[in-house]
Nanobody, 110 residues
Framework: VQLQASGGGLVQAGGSLRLSCVVS????????VTWFRQAPGKQREMVAY???????HSIDSVKGRFSVSRDSAKNTVYLQMDNLQPEDTGVYYC?????WGQGTLVTVSS
């Protein structure tokens, strides 16, 4: 199983980014994928996930701003991030079980 995250970048506060996690080895249609992030000097935290049945969940601090979805045909999970704030800055990782993507850096300037 391999996961490859991409889509990070530098954006001003209030802007948007869409992260992609391309998965190989398992089908995202029947497997959960989770997005984590790690801010500078902080522990890694779970941000959002999508379950095999399509149920999604996100942490309170991003509710209403971030959404997770998937494209089974592309075997890809997305994290749409709107109204980004400086506190959203960090390296974002996608995860399935013990497998991690390489991370993609999101920097939000004020």
């Amino acid at each position: 199983v391999q996961l490859q995250a991409s889509g990070g970048g530098l954006v001003q506060a209030g802007g948007s980014l869409r992260l992609s996690c391309v998965v190989s080895g398992v089908s995202v249609a029947v497997n959960a994928v989770t997005w984590f992030r790690q801010a500078p000097g902080k522990q890694r935290e779970m941000v959002a996930y999508i379950l095999s049945g399509g149920t999604t969940h996100s942490i309170d601090s991003v509710k209403g701003r971030f959404s997770v979805s998937r494209d089974s045909a592309k075997n890809t999970v997305y994290l749409q991030m709107d109204n980004l704030q400086p506190e959203d800055t960090g390296v974002y990782y996608c995860n399935h079980g013990i497998r991690w993507g390489q991370g993609t850096l999101v920097t939000v300037s004020s």
